[in-house]
């Protein structure tokens, strides 16, 4: 069961009803307590694709590698017509689709545009839980007295990111996350769904076991050996034997879900519990200045992306895999959060040291910082034998200069002067 | 060996004796107490030893002497017992391979350790010059307590001595905050001219336990003379430390000497404010103090944490100023001042902040606190 087969590929902008899906009136509608809102870009990628080279509208649109094991990440709606779909090898959609426009992936626009989108949908609410480039989660219940019902704040950012940005977008409007977005997949393309909560059921009902979130391959052959094909099934089976067939945590969860009870709130951050970066060796490597040199690069990357993200971590952990496979992680407690660099290799390199490993050949290294906190909780304990201006400005310079002229234009000395793959 | 001892007095040089025991001796004698009975200056005196290759403690009493010689016991063992005993007289025999501690009807025997085994304590160097006990004591307290704990940084774990003819200057710091204080001395060359960098420490109990007698002389052995070692006596107690290496911050020229503000608060009240509104600053979130002409408002928490807030009296020359403090460095520096009212020196909020003591006609102390604040996330 994939999301593809719950798709119709028939716009839709309705209201689900005791008798099926029904246009939505002027009446108004029946979504009071509907303050979760799904958001779907439609073929994301492909649209992004088609707005930069309008001569493709219309055409079967392809985004994917092109190489020998090139795979398809995106398909627009005229190259699914075809049978085409993502993660297909891309000779087989060729061979399905051969006049499809093939397009590699250009994940920086696709970034841009996404991140223009998500701001439209901010200035709705600040309650917006973003999945991926091309999905997001929000609850408008702060946002209805400014802007109207959770239907019309739906229509709003329709018209918005096709007036602004030039793409269709779906939108599923219920009372749960779980709803909202069989919603908004029910109702692609450039469609509207609301599933008012006294027919979530009845929504749900007829839709197979796969439809359920948590539901993969396994859970799906267990259930249809439990004779369960439809979420109807799931919801009129006893919860205790849901529970002895598939465990304590995933039975309760499935019974709860069948009769669409969802408790998972928008959260508008799922803080990260760490940042790392890790790198596998092309061959074992025991000389100590090389594995420090790579700690460096790694904790470079690391502290960037702390950076990036606004945060600091407090924990500085190494980890080191032998040859043979048997790993140490060795961790250290700083006085106080950081997102510098040059304090987290310091750190990083004392525990390697310690490690007893050093000489000893490593086929993978890697740096993590744990115990986050947002940057902008951090006080700075300042010291007597500080710069005004220390690492942490510098620091701040280069991403600047990364920002501006890409990734090797500027870095630490000892990683100058190497391959490019190594930078 | 046999002698006979007051049960006090035996107690007071055991514990004494006991704090320098290693906790973990590299070598088992190290773990014994020496006992010497014997004359000494005409006097029939005790000697007790301990000795971890870093700090030597030595102290002698009185006793009664029926036969002298020599012992070595476990020092924690032997502290324990007399610790415990009842207030009469205690009387200490070697017995073969034993040692025989008896005291009203109680008796313990005691293995004794190798004593040929037992390293020879280091030698006091040859005496500096000598001090107030107490006034020594006491500001070796106002500094030690800047003084850093993580070992990886030795040299901040240390008090700089400063000797330069009738002036004594001690500094610490763990470079978040500066102790200084000078005190005068009497030197046996009024020309002398030395600097050393003590543990800090061995330093303060040190002087806190030299209070018995008026004076404590200091013993300083010059760099050019092998290692480099300091040796306090005073009350009958010496004690000799290794002294530690590396450099100490150039401290003199992180001393600002010019400020845009000055403010003046009661100390007492500072203290307990202080305290009072830190107790909703979560580890590593610091206090925040707002000075203005008449009066200082202390803050501490914020956003969606617990806060408090708490407003003094104070008076203030110059520019108005906001900064934030780790409350425990900004306790500790009042603390040690000597005047009821703290004197604090500002310059601006990522500037050092100096803290004394409000100067008095006599010449107080020359005692300074200076203090690096908390830079707030903006």
């Known amino acids: 069961m994939s999301r593809r087969q719950l798709e119709r590929g028939r716009a839709v902008r309705g209201t689900v009803t005791a008798d099926g899906i029904a246009p939505l009136g002027r009446a108004d509608p029946d979504d009071a307590d509907c303050v979760v809102l799904h ?91 973003q999945l991926s480039v091309d999905e997001a989660f929000l609850d408008v219940s702060g946002a209805r007295r400014r802007l109207g019902g959770p239907v019309r704040i739906a229509e709003l950012i329709r018209s918005r990111v096709h007036g602004e940005q030039g793409l269709t977008c779906s939108v599923g409007v219920a009372a749960t996350k779980f709803a909202a977005k069989l919603a908004s997949t ?20 007829p839709l197979p076991v796969g439809a359920l979130w948590g539901v993969g391959d396994k ?47 928008v959260t508008t951050e799922t803080a990260d519990k760490s940042v790392g970066a890790e790198e596998t060796f092309d061959s074992d490597v025991r000389d100590p200045e090389t594995i420090r040199r790579e700690l460096l690069r790694l904790t470079e990357k690391v502290a960037r992306r702390l950076r990036a993200s606004g945060q600091a971590g407090r924990t500085v952990v190494v980890k080191l895999r032998r040859a043979d496979f048997r790993t140490v992680t060795r961790s250290r407690t700083l006085g106080e959060p950081t997102d510098v660099a040059r304090e987290v290799f310091t750190a990083a390199g004392e525990l390697y040291e310690a490690s007893g490993l050093s000489g000893v050949p490593l086929r993978l290294v890697g740096v993590r910082m744990e115990g986050l906190v947002p940057a902008g909780q951090i006080h700075h304990q300042l010291a007597l034998d500080e710069p005004d201006q220390g690492w942490r400005a510098a620091e701040r ?6 920002r501006r002229f890409g990734a090797g234009a500027i870095g630490p000395a000892a990683l100058a002067f190497r391959d490019e793959d190594d930078v | 060996m046999k002698f006979r001892v007051e049960r006090d007095v035996l107690a007071d040089a055991v514990a004494w004796t006991a704090r320098t025991l290693p906790v973990r001796p590299s ?82 025997t005691l293995l004794t350790l190798p004593v040929e085994d037992y390293p020879t304590l280091p030698a006091m160097p040859e005496l500096t010059g000598s001090v107030l006990s107490d006034a020594f004591a006491a500001a070796v307290s106002q500094v030690a307590v800047a003084a850093g704990r993580d070992d990886t940084l030795p040299m901040l774990t240390g008090v700089r001595v400063e000797i330069e003819g ?19 001395w009497t030197p046996q060359d009024p020309g002398v001219s030395a600097v050393a960098l003590v543990p800090a420490k061995t330093l303060a109990d040190t002087a806190k336990s030299l209070t018995s007698g008026a004076q404590v002389s200091i013993a300083l052995s010059t760099a050019g003379s092998g ?42 009240e500072f203290v307990e404010a202080v305290k009072r509104v830190s107790l909703v600053a979560e580890r590593n979130t610091p206090l925040r103090l707002a000075f203005s002409d008449g009066r200082l408002v202390l803050e501490a928490g914020a956003g969606d944490e617990a806060q408090a807030v708490e407003v003094l009296d104070a008076s203030l020359e110059g520019d108005d100023i906001q900064i934030a403090f780790n409350s425990t460095f900004l306790v500790d520096g009042l603390n040690a001042i000597e005047s009821d009212i703290a004197r604090l020196q500002f310059t601006t909020s990522t500037k050092p902040a100096i803290i004394t003591g409000k100067p008095v006609d006599d010449g107080a102390s020359d005692y300074r606190y200076l203090i690096m604040p908390v830079r707030l996330s903006s």
Request: aromatic share 4%; proline share 7%; glycine share 8%.
């Open chain 1, 397 to 402: 310079v280069q991403d600047e200069v990364i």
């Open chain 2, 227 to 268: 290692e480099g070692m300091i040796g306090f006596e005073g009350g009958g107690r010496r004690t000799t430390t290794r002294l530690l290496d590396g450099d100490f911050p150039k401290y003199r020229a992180l001393l600002p000497d010019s400020f845009n503000s000055v403010a003046e608060v009661q100390k007492s």
């Open chain 1, 219 to 265: 859970t799906e052959q267990a259930l249809r050996r439990l004779g369960l094909r439809t979420v109807g099934d799931v919801a009129r089976t006893p919860p205790e034997t849901l529970r002895h067939e598939l465990g304590q945590a995933l039975g309760a969860h499935l019974a709860e879900l069948a009769w669409g009870r969802d408790p998972r709130p």
């Open chain 1, 39 to 129: 958001i779907d870009m439609d073929a994301f990628f492909t649209s992004v694709e088609e707005l930069r080279s309008p001569g493709l509208r219309g055409r079967p649109v392809i985004v994917g590698g092109t190489g020998p094991r090139g795979v398809v990440a995106a398909a627009n709606y005229p190259a699914r017509e075809y049978g085409v779909h993502s993660a297909m090898p891309m000779s087989r959609a060729l061979r399905m689709c051969p006049d499809a426009v093939v397009r590699p992936p250009d994940g920086a626009a696709y970034r841009r545009v996404s991140a223009a989108v998500m701001d439209i949908l901010r200035s709705v609410t600040p309650e917006v839980e």
């Open chain 2, 166 to 184: 009738e002036t004594v200057t001690l500094a610490s710091t763990d470079r978040y905050r500066l102790a200084v204080r000078e005190l005068t």
């Open chain 1, 186 to 205: 029910r109702c692609k393309p450039d469609g509207l769904l609301l599933i008012p909560t006294a027919h979530v059921a009845a929504f749900l009902h």
């Open chain 2, 27 to 108: 070598v088992p004698v190290l773990a014994g107490m020496l006992l010497d009975a014997g004359e000494d200056d005409g006097r029939q005196r005790l000697r007790l030893s301990s000795f971890d290759y870093e700090v030597s403690a030595q102290v002698s009493v009185d006793i009664d002497v029926d036969e002298p010689g020599r012992t070595l016991v476990s020092g924690r063992l032997l502290a324990e017992i007399v610790r415990n005993l009842p207030p009469q007289a205690v009387e200490i025999s070697t017995d073969g391979a034993k040692v025989v501690v008896s005291c009203g009807s109680a008796k313990f």
